[in-house]
């Protein structure tokens, strides 16, 4: 049970678990939802407090604002936005909102892809929510037992509220902008802005604190198969070796609790064994289906364990097919 979870005033699908990770350093582990939330850090310092991503709604981003009020008397002074996902910036205009003076900071790659892409997608789901809630009217109309009809009255709700948030978003790009590494230094902290590299996204940011031996991934890094629709997955092993050269011991990752060093290792190794194996099979001329059926036998005995421990939201069989079908598109 999540004793110590809040619930936000619009008694939203946003739900965190905050854990410590270093002194004054904190994870806010996303609960499943209707519509994804990305976890969260917080990051206390002397003159404020740094946060990491915000979420897939206002909403859920205000969740977290409240546990702040309870946690410190200290204004939010930085958001960082690790890449231009929906799930990990739409609720950035939360913190300007509340914490005048507020600075936003991504990488230029990253503010880039919001406003080539991010701005375009916020107006996908506009268009494209009325439609799911009228899929989930239809269902609930047709449902035959009394728990199905209620878990889906709840996905209803969900949907229609995040369709009124997602109509009212003022989407609030980064208002500060790096190339490949900003440092901010403070009295009793030091945090530092890393571009290592495509992987997850063209532009991911990764959030370092040296003494605290703690590094924030966003989605370059999570606990459930990486999605890499938009990903590089021929660099994305590549720039987890570079991120592996940094000394660390606590990570903590966009979805999926925080982890050590250990899991990079299997992900990594994932990410690297999946792409050498779609290569190779593409190069002897395999066709997808066969790409997909050999290179599942190969991985199987190695990654499907671990990352069904790990508890993805959907089967590891299901995550891998997906990754094979981009690597594919993209070695072939
Ligand atoms: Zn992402």
């Known amino acids: 049970m999540d004793c110590c979870s809040h619930e936000g005033p619009t008694k939203g699908d946003a739900k965190f678990d905050i854990q410590k990770v270093a002194d004054g350093v904190y994870a806010a582990v996303a609960a499943p939802a209707y519509k994804v939330n990305s976890n969260t850090a917080i990051i206390e310092s002397d003159d404020g407090v740094v946060i990491v991503d915000t979420h897939s709604k206002p909403s859920a981003a205000r969740v977290i604002v409240e546990h702040l009020r309870d946690m410190t008397t200290q204004p939010v002074r930085y958001v960082v936005n690790t890449h231009f996902h929906w799930d990990h910036w739409h609720g950035n205009e939360v913190y300007p909102a509340v914490y005048p003076g507020a600075e936003i900071i991504s990488n230029q790659l990253t503010r880039e892809a919001m406003v080539r892409k991010g701005l375009k997608r916020i ?38 509220s995040y369709l009124a948030e997602v109509t009212a978003l003022k989407p609030a790009l ?22 290592l590299g495509r992987a997850h996204t063209e532009g991911d940011v990764f959030v370092y604190l040296p003494k605290e031996k703690v590094v924030i991934t966003g989605d370059a890094l999570i606990g459930w198969t990486p999605y890499m629709g938009d990903g590089y997955p021929e660099d994305w092993a590549g720039t987890l070796d570079r991120l592996a050269e940094l000394d660390f ?25 999946m792409v050498e194996a779609v290569r190779e099979e593409a190069a ?12 599942t036998d190969r991985l199987a005995p190695a990654y499907e364990k671990p990352f069904s421990a790990y508890g993805d939201y959907r089967p590891w069989r299901a995550g891998l097919a997906l990754n094979i079908q981009r690597t594919y598109a993209m070695v072939s």
């Open 123 to 160: 107006q996908d789901h506009v268009r494209q929510m009325p439609a799911e809630v009228a899929q989930l009217k239809a269902a609930i109309a047709k449902a035959t037992g009394d728990g199905e009809r209620e878990r889906l009255r709840d996905d209803l709700r969900m949907a229609e």
């Open 249 to 273: 011991t606590h990570i903590i990752m966009g979805h999926g609790a925080p982890t050590g060093r250990e899991w990079l290792g299997t992900f990594r190794a994932y990410v690297h064994d």
């Open 284 to 295: 002897r001329g395999a066709t997808l289906e066969e790409v997909q059926r050999r290179v």
């Open 174 to 195: 980064p208002t500060m902008a790096f190339e490949r590494t900003m440092k901010i230094y403070r009295r009793d902290r030091e945090i530092h802005l890393l571009f």
